[in-house]
């Protein structure tokens, strides 16, 4: 009808909708254990709606209405066993965003960087035990509050992109080391929500740094991240305790190396990735850990 389309500049940036699937192999335990072969299905959602995101130009914009977010939902099986499932989100309730980009679109020249002040919540569970079919190992946590930095490097098809996420944590957590909740030794007390439901309350940290190099349709990265709990065990218990309180602590920890390659016709994303995690919980003294090794392929679809 001839009429021209009005597009708010503050609402202009960047938003991208992912499909994955991935197969490959999942080993736990020692380097001697058996091979599991799983199988990766989820959808992953970006978005960065500032101003100018990414493209030539100079200048920098300031955001108090979360305007970056992420969701992510995936599952792993093994057969017929369920052995991790996730839903993640985070959003930035406020941020900064500069550039200083000079050339084209398709040649960019320069930099950007992006701070943001992050709120994210995260509710998962996953089998450290696959040979045993164990049960499921599960975790549901607030990260609040939480900083993102990343800079950017853009040099034609030459192109960086590093990170760092750190964030406080709180939530419930399964403790790996389970303690003797039903026949405590003389003299101990367990948080009631452990005993009658298998979790306690924690608070915690995370970091997370992550770098990322492109050249044209290739890139190769790494990522590293620790999150470590420690058990509320003073002030919050409704219900009057006899006893001490044990010191209860759970860590997880993940590294991930990749190297893909994404194609703009057909909007598609091949790649494969290594990962390896290690869990370990305590209950005072009594420590218990487990390690798990996953080499996988994936297909990705973009929107």
Sequence with gaps: DGATPVVDPSTAGWDEFQVFGAAGFLQQGSRASAYYPVVQVGVQTRLFRVPGYGSPG????????????????????????LVDSIFDTETAVAGHYARDI??????????DVYLGAT????TGQHVWDVAARSPPNRVGIVRLPGLVLQPRLFQGDFRVDLGV????????VDPLQIPP?????????????????GYYFALGMRIAPSFQVRYGVLAVGAMARLDEFHGVTTGWNA???????PRLVDRRGTGTAWSRVRLANPPIELGVR????????????????????????????VF
Aim: a negative charge.
């Design 58 to 81: 100079r200048g920098q914009s300031t955001f108090v209405d979360g305007r970056v977010s992420r969701i992510t939902l995936g599952w792993t099986l093994s057969g017929d066993q």
């Design 102 to 111: 000079e050339g084209t679109a398709e040649e960019p020249k320069g930099w």
């Design 119 to 122: 709120a994210g919540y995260e």
């Design 165 to 172: 996420e750190d964030a406080l944590l709180f939530g419930g």
């Design 181 to 197: 909740v039903t026949n405590p030794p003389p003299g101990v007390a367990y948080p009631p929500v452990l005993v009658l439901q």
């Design 239 to 245: 219900v009057p305790i006899d006893g001490r309180m």
């Design 274 to 301: 290594a990962e390896w995690s290690e869990r370990s919980g305590s209950v005072d003294d009594v420590a218990v850990s487990q390690q798990e090794r996953v080499l996988a392929a994936w297909l990705s679809v």
